[in-house]
């Protein structure tokens, strides 16, 4: 992709959890309108990789720059303040909150390129064409959701704030088909009206319906990176690193 901008850089990534070392030291970047999927199995590094960069881990060590910010030793609230949103995979949604004062929680303002070019802007009403099912209970409790209707609060929640980077957390886990589909169309359409997405997966065909590139990690090292295309046609490096 050349002369494409480079949203997010991450430098010499590494990361512990108390004394165990969790990263060992790859790069990794995620152009403008790109969706990225780091691949792995469980415990390969993916959720850690997405929270090393957002800031939620106290040691964490590398160079990451997010818009030309240096966001290394950054709290989280600055990311996202910046235009990067996280969207974990235990959710953390308000249950005793609606699903609108959910929504009204992420709300941060309109943002633009840095050329000053409009980036993407979200609405309710926008969200709730994303997402119909969250525009049939808009005052319904988030503790009285389905898994799969929680997520997608989750993701619309984080809209919310106009983010130009989601760092999307294993959206097709442990989810109904049926929401996976909607899932898939909703990142066709982030990446379509100009959000990037960094996302970690385990579904090869989720993956590979949504990505542009793929990154693949093993035991918390960076042992491939490709176009998604090369990835789905290289059965050795799927079945070394992505089967179970």
Do not use: C
Request: proline share 5%; glycine share 10%; charged share 25%.
């Amino acid at each position: 992709m050349s002369g494409a901008q480079i949203l997010l850089e991450a430098k010499r990534l590494e990361a512990w959890y108390g004394a165990a070392q969790i990263l060992f030291g790859f790069d990794l970047h995620v152009n403008r309108g790109e969706v990225v999927a780091l691949m792995g199995r469980n415990g390969a590094g993916k959720s850690t990789t997405l929270k090393t960069i957002m800031g939620m881990l106290d040691k964490r060590r590398g160079d990451i720059r997010f818009l030309g910010h240096d966001i290394s030793k950054t709290e989280p609230y600055h990311a996202a303040r910046l235009g990067l949103a996280f969207v974990p995979e235990d959710r953390r949604i308000f249950t005793d909150l609606t699903v609108m004062e959910n929504l009204s929680v992420g709300r941060q303002p309109p943002r633009s390129w840095s050329d000053g070019s409009a980036a993407p802007e979200w609405t309710h009403e926008q969200l709730f064409k994303l997402f119909p099912n969250l525009g049939e209970m808009p005052h319904r409790p988030g503790g009285r959701m389905s898994g799969g209707e929680q997520q997608m609060l989750t993701v619309a929640r984080a809209l919310m704030g106009n983010p130009f980077l989601v760092l999307l957390d294993e959206p097709s886990e442990g989810v109904a088909p049926v929401i996976v589909e909607q899932m898939v169309q909703m990142i066709m359409e982030l990446k379509e009206r100009g959000v990037s997405i960094l996302l970690s997966e385990q579904n090869m065909h989720f993956a590979e319906l949504v990505s542009d590139r793929a990154y693949v990690l093993e035991k918390g090292q960076m042992v491939y990176q490709a176009s998604m295309q090369e990835l789905a046609d290289n059965e050795e490096v799927r079945r070394a690193y992505l089967t179970v």
